[in-house]
């Protein structure tokens, strides 16, 4: 499974863009699916996941501004996020893990500024 990002970009605070992770085969098979983050210097931390039942896990930070959905038909997991802040700067990651083995797939990150 290869994992594509897109709809990163600049933004001002308080203003929403949409993550998408398209995935180049089926994650029906994936038990989570969900987006991480990396801002400079730090280390990279969950922001959202979505199991294959549909339950969902955020980071506190993020709580009620952030909503992670998936569409097993179009093999997409979404990132919605809203009154975003300049802390919410970072590059954003997809990840997904399944399978048979329990493998990780990461894809290759899409940049998220929000200036102030």
């Known amino acids: 499974v290869q994992l594509v990002e897109s709809g990163g970009g600049l933004v001002q605070a308080g203003g929403s863009l949409r993550l998408s992770c398209a995935a180049s085969g089926s994650i029906f098979s994936m038990n989570v699916m969900g987006w991480y983050r990396q801002a400079p210097g730090k280390q990279r931390e969950l922001v959202a996941a979505v199991t294959s039942g549909g339950s969902t896990n955020y980071a506190d930070s993020v709580k009620g501004r952030f909503t992670i959905s998936r569409d097993n038909v179009k093999n997409t997991v979404y990132l919605q996020m809203n009154s975003l802040k300049p802390e919410d700067t970072a590059v954003y990651y997809c990840?997904?893990?399944?399978?048979?083995?329990?493998?990780?797939?990461w894809g290759q990150g899409t940049q998220v500024t929000v200036s102030s």
């Open positions: 990840h997904a893990e399944g399978g048979y083995y329990s493998t990780h797939y």
